[in-house]
């Protein structure tokens, strides 16, 4: 019964820990269907460095959507294109203390922006309260581009703060 499937893929490099990889996207992918025959997206977070192999492996997996943290990556621009040529959607993932800078550059390429809200790797983290003005930011730059950017929040999100957070954009 979900809408959407979030994939979270981590390699012990990037971030200290490491959990799935492409062979259970794969086998993950003909179950992304509602009853009704409806597909789901699988949304594929990189937590990875380098980024590149592993998001073709993910797109040739089945992913629908495919993320990465522009500094994990030597070419963003480039990674970009990859996983564009590669039939899926792509984002981009900032973590608290990352700036927004790039996405001015390359928003032209991005289906897809993700903000931490916790610093990524461990579940059960707390809400960084400066991910909401992250995240107004991130609404103004996509409004502004007039593309159709999906934005996303991840992390420590509770009934007591998604209220904020839907507000903030």
Not at 19 to 38: E, F, R, S, Y
Not at 91 to 103: I, K
């Amino acid at each position: 019964g979900a809408d959407w499937i979030h994939f979270d893929v981590m390699d012990n490099h990037y971030v200290p820990n490491l959990t799935i990889g492409p062979m259970v996207a794969a086998a993950l992918k003909p179950h992304c269907i509602k009853p009704d025959g409806t597909k789901v997206p699988l949304d594929v977070h990189l937590m990875v460095q380098p980024v590149d192999a592993l998001a073709t492996a993910f797109a040739d997996a089945g992913a629908d959507l495919i993320s990465f943290h522009p500094d994990a990556s030597t070419h963003v621009d480039r990674t970009l294109q990859l996983i564009r040529s590669k039939g899926c959607a792509a984002g981009l993932v900032f973590n608290p203390a990352t700036p927004l800078d790039v996405l001015e550059w390359v928003i032209d390429k991005v289906d897809l922006v993700l903000i931490m809200s916790v610093n990524p790797g461990f579940g059960g983290q707390s809400f960084i309260d400066s991910a909401l003005r992250k995240t107004e930011r991130a609404r103004r730059l996509i409004d502004a581009s007039g593309r159709d950017i999906r934005l996303e929040v991840d992390g420590g999100i509770k009934a007591d703060n998604i209220r904020r957070v839907a507000d903030a954009g």
